[in-house]
């Protein structure tokens, strides 16, 4: 496979490892300093410049976008998409994970921990949102910091109130979150490729320091998840729309909050902590899906008239109950069941052969006429939040990898 690097640090860990863990398998990678190429449209032909010539043809590219260039950036990947150049992480998925108030409100319709969070404005909205959060500590959040900076411990609704004051005078927006005191300054980083953990470390804060970046000085050890923080962090991930991320949750009381999703997250600390080929994990990733390319729905609703994706839920009693999905004849109305949703089980691509059952939900993509002509009128006004959540997502083009769970 031809792969690119989209990245302005040919020579940092990440980029190297990436590089080297391609060429080990046999591809043909190569560094693309994002800053170096152009976009050029033009009526049915998106192309995109590098170094001031065309781009040719790549089979995949790993974006890592800093975030000092993320209008850019993102857009350079969004031509790559218009181009049917499969990235590893969609320019939705990382213009979502790089705003701190973004991710919390499309994370915050999902049953996902996450700490309380609240976004004011006026002056006199500080002081109810800091009791709605449970009162001080609390956290202070400048929406696009990295590495630490611009996040703040306030101890009495006092200083918050000034801080925060401050902050907005100076026109920064702040976030206030609920300071989640159990996790001591420790927080956990899940990487996560695709839908699976493929390493996880703690890093632990320096001292009384309550930030555990390792830019403030955190150390970090080697951590083996449990079921639920490794689906957390999938899930969060998935719901940013990112296939490539590095997930930060806090212990809370309650089990793992998210804090924060990556979309360019380093190498370098992972894998010292954890020993494993996290680089090649990627680079297999990207291999996997360039064999077999995902479609992205959202994109085809836009080209096809008449189709549709929706959720058809079978209720109780439902002629389709213990019928196989080829006895149910999906096909011949011109219908492809993308997901089914059992209890918490999902299943992406039902096999012909499995049988349905009452309050199965099956996530279509097809002909609108026919899939409403298979819903009950009644029935047809409810809608579930995966339904729901796709079609906020397809509304604000927020990611290009469309998987619920
Ligand atoms: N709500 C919180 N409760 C407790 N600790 C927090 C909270 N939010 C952030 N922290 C600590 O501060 C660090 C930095 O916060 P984070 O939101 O990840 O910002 P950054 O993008 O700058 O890394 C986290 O790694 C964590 O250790
Ligand atoms: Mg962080």
Do not use: W
């Amino acid at each position: 496979m031809k792969l690119g690097i989209l990245s302005t640090s040919p020579r940092c860990y990440s980029t190297r490892r990436m590089i080297d863990a391609a060429k080990a398998r046999g591809h043909k990678p190569m560094v693309i300093n994002t800053l170096k190429c152009s976009i050029d449209l033009q009526s049915g032909k998106p192309d995109l410049y590098y170094k001031g010539k065309p781009i040719g043809a790549y089979d995949a590219v790993i974006p890592r976008i800093g975030a000092s260039i993320t209008y850019f950036g993102t857009a350079v990947v969004r031509q790559l998409e218009q181009m049917n150049v499969f990235v590893a992480n969609s320019s939705g998925g990382i213009a979502n994970s790089r705003d701190k108030l973004r991710s919390m409100q499309i994370l915050s319709r999902h049953h996902v921990g996450m700490p309380r969070t609240t976004f004011v404005r006026d002056k006199v909205d500080v002081l109810p949102a800091i009791e709605r959060i449970g009162g001080a500590p609390v956290i202070i959040k400048l929406l696009e910091g990295t590495q630490g900076v611009g996040v703040i411990l306030a101890d009495t609704i006092k200083i918050a109130e000034a801080i925060i004051e401050t902050l907005q005078t100076a026109k920064q927006n702040v976030l206030v979150q609920g300071f989640v005191a159990e996790s001591k300054g420790r927080d956990i980083r899940a990487f996560v490729v695709g839908d699976h953990v493929i390493g996880a470390m703690r890093r632990v804060a320096r001292g009384d320091e309550f930030r555990s970046n390792v830019h403030r000085g955190g150390q970090v050890e080697k951590v083996e998840l449990d079921d639920k923080y490794r689906e957390t962090a999938i899930r969060a991930a998935q719901i940013m729309g990112l296939r490539v991320a590095g997930v930060d949750l806090l212990e809370g009381k309650d089990g793992p909050q998210i804090m924060e999703v990556n979309s360019s997250p380093g190498l370098e600390g992972i894998e010292a902590a954890t020993q494993r080929d996290i680089a090649g994990a990627i680079i297999d990733y990207c291999a996997a899906h360039t064999d077999f390319p995902e479609m992205d729905v959202r994109q085809r609703l836009t080209v096809s008239k008449g189709y549709t994706v929706s959720e058809l839920v079978i209720p109780e009693g439902s002629q389709f109950v213990g019928m196989t999905i080829a006895e149910a004849a999906f096909s011949d109305r011109d219908i492809n069941i993308l997901t089914l949703y059992r209890g918490k089980t999902v299943i992406p691509n039902p096999k012909s052969s499995r049988t349905l059952e009452a309050s199965d939900r099956l996530l279509c993509f097809g002909k609108q006429e026919n899939m409403k002509s298979m819903v009950p009128t009644k029935a047809r006004k409810k809608r579930t939040p995966e339904l729901q959540q796709l079609k906020a997502e397809m509304v604000e083009h927020a990611t290009a990898q469309p998987i619920y769970q």
